[in-house]
């Protein structure tokens, strides 16, 4: 090092970048939606939304209706007089475990 000032500051300053600059690079790189095609994109959105709510009430209107097929078997099984033992054995299991998981589906709370 010397004892000049001059020859201690750098040959290249750094480059200054203003803000502005910035924001002018960035928002040109933005692209602004067109109200048609946001028009498209809603009403895709909406109609996704209601094909997953449809589906999903589909799915629970089986499942529910497997429970009441599933019960309701069972529920003869253990009327029948004409039934052994063994049969209304495994009828009760499968009634008691159907009663007792609607009960926790709809209180919320698992039933032990």
């Not at 004892?3 to 928002?27: C, F, H, M, R, Y």
């Not at 089986?62 to 019960?71: K, N, P, T």
């Not at 054995?89 to 709809?106: E, K, M, Q, Y």
Request: overall charge positive.
């Amino acid at each position: 090092m010397s004892d000049n000032p001059e020859k201690n500051t750098p040959t290249q300053g750094l480059p200054v970048i203003s803000v502005t600059d910035l924001a002018k690079g960035w928002s040109g790189s933005l692209a602004i939606e067109d109200p048609t095609d946001k028009a498209h994109r809603l009403k895709q959105e909406a109609y996704e939304a209601c094909h997953r709510r449809w589906r999903l009430n589909f799915i629970i209107f089986v499942a529910i209706l497997g429970l009441c097929s599933v019960f309701y078997l069972c529920f003869s099984t253990l009327t029948d007089p004409k039934t052994g033992i063994n049969d209304k054995r495994w009828a009760t299991v499968f009634v008691s475990s159907i009663v007792t998981g609607s009960i926790g589906f709809l209180t919320g709370k698992a039933i032990s």
